[in-house]
């Protein structure tokens, strides 16, 4: 019998709470667009209570959506933002930030993911050169791409320098949620307290439906951001549907609830496979992804009841995720998959 699949948390689907949410506001008819919205005002107003009264939120529709329009509030076309060499906004979103901002990135390498002061500082170069791409943002993932985590005090070193530089603090924080619920820590604390000026909030990749937000916290850089969100086409005229999920996951902290789960299984998936011949963990395990060099006989089950995505089939590197609802069954039903390919 398939279980669930391990190659990504989009591959879930809307938790429980969040369908219900979206089957409440179904009924009957509400104002487009948030405006005079009363759910979307609702929304709006938890985000405040949980990141600050002076807090301005949008919602929009996806990631990528969410992070080049965020980098778009603090970049002109003549300035930069400074990335991991690894970060969704370099890697996985097409091009998407230098198409529709005529802004550059400036990679840097990081084996682990993250950013550090001096990997900021070997970039923040060329200041006041009207020959050069001015630097003014630095971009982060929490987790990152390698499912690592920054630390509270990591997050704060980083943006305190960053803004020494004279540099703004984008959060890619597609999942935040992980993060935050690995640290012990709520969403405040590990975006807006540790320094971040806007963050992307992602919602999809726990429980949601196509519903992300951008944050910001210095309310001055949200000036116009409504005809950004317009012209990038993530204004959706049904807003009321991508307000509540969010709301949803915020209520009760069933954002942590969900997080927490699928970090728990990660850790487990993690255990049960560490000791299995020729398996090599390349990443701490500190969310909810397992980064693994795997043997090659072991790669065919990426195909099989419960997929997982290999990212390197030479070097046989694999990513293993964990959702808001994978179950310990599957965990170990992939354990057990695994560890019989590798007997064989």
Known sequence: MAGRAFASDNWAGGHPEVLAALAAVNDGHAPAYGEGDPYTARAEERFREVFGPDTRTFFVLTGTGANVLALGSLLRPHEAAICPAEAHVNVDECGAPERFLGSKLLPVPAPDGKLTPALVESRARGFGVQHRVQPRVISISQTTELGTVYTLEETRVLADRAHELGLRVHMDGARIANAAAALGASL?????????????????????????????????????????????????????????QLEALLQGELW??????????????????????????????EANAIFARLPARALPLAGGPYPFYVLDEPAGLARLMTSWDTTEDDVDGLAAALAAALAA
């Open 188 to 244: 405040r604390e590990a975006s807006r307290d540790a320094g971040v000026d806007v963050l992307c909030f992602g919602g999809t990749k726990n429980g949601a439906l196509a519903a992300e937000a951008v944050v910001f916290f210095e309310p001055a850089l949200a000036d116009g951001f409504e005809y950004a969100r317009k012209q990038g086409l993530q204004l959706a005229s049904k807003q009321r549907f991508v307000a509540v």
């Open 256 to 285: 942590r609830r969900n997080a927490e789960h699928a970090n728990a299984l990660a850790a487990r998936l993690a255990a049960a496979i560490r000791g299995l011949p020729g398996v090599e963990l390349v990443h701490p395990v």
